[in-house]
């Protein structure tokens, strides 16, 4: 089985800052790796995704993670933050035995402040 | 554009009371599943349907069911409505193939009394 866990419940950050979310995964077998963000009292809406290949994966809204199989961690950056990238963040993982069905962590809350 | 819409979005109830908390989707996806959100849990599975008359348990399945009639609709029913299940409902659809995108309603939130 699948697992995902967050290392951080939030992370306030200024404008403007870098930042890194970060998610480490477990499996026994290959796993596809998720980001999505869920802006306030809206939906989940995919940042960006993993499935195989080039380790480094270019998202929406400036985001990218990268997949580091030795650390099963797939953490979340942005090098420059904005006060609308204020949202809930979620990791999720998806494996071939797993049927479309992804497993999510417990959520970051990225907080930026002018 | 496609869609996923869920109604309602706000519903308050009664512990004890039938509830059904509707999902469809316009993006013709044969996936569909139905989450809670709850604070500290992230997301987690209640149901999901891969086609017409497919259902699936998922993690916390206990005190719910779903049906699924058609490709576009897979609404979720809280047979009998407790306090534990005051949550937000999400439902998602996605293409059949393990790597493929979820899409995700804008969600409903349920409170039970």
């Known amino acids: 089985a699948q697992s995902v866990t967050q290392l951080d419940s939030q992370v306030p950050v200024f404008e403007e800052a870098p930042v890194e979310l970060r998610c480490n995964y477990s499996s026994s077998v290959s796993v596809y790796l998720f980001w999505y963000v869920q802006y306030p009292n809206q939906g989940l809406q995919l940042l960006l995704k993993?499935?195989?290949?080039?380790?480094l994966v270019k998202g929406i809204n400036g985001f990218e993670a990268e997949f580091n199989k030795s650390q099963t961690s797939f953490h979340l950056r942005k090098p420059s933050v904005h006060i609308s990238d204020t949202a809930e963040y979620f990791c999720?993982?998806?494996?071939?035995?797993?049927?479309?069905?992804?497993?999510f962590g417990q959520g970051t809350e990225l907080s930026v402040k002018p | 554009d496609a869609e996923i819409t869920q109604s309602p979005r706000h519903k308050i109830t009664e512990t004890g009371r039938q509830v059904t908390l509707a999902c469809h989707q316009t993006?013709?996806?044969?996936?569909m599943f139905w989450y809670r959100q709850d604070l500290g849990h992230g997301l987690r599975l209640i149901h999901y349907?891969?086609?017409?008359?497919?259902?699936n348990k998922g993690e916390v399945s206990d005190g719910y069911s779903v049906s699924r009639s058609n490709t576009e609709d897979l609404p979720l029913t809280l047979e009998s409505a407790a306090s534990s299940q005051t949550s937000v409902y999400f439902c998602?659809?996605?293409?059949?193939?393990?790597?493929?995108?979820?899409?995700f309603g804008p969600g409903t939130r349920l409170t039970v009394l």
């Open positions: 999720a993982v998806s494996a071939d035995n797993q049927g479309g069905k992804l497993i």
């Open positions: 349907s891969y086609g017409v008359q497919d259902t």
């Open positions: 993006w013709n996806h044969n996936n």
């Open positions: 998602a659809s996605s293409g059949t193939s393990v790597s493929d995108t979820q899409y």
């Open positions: 993993y499935l195989s290949g080039s380790t």
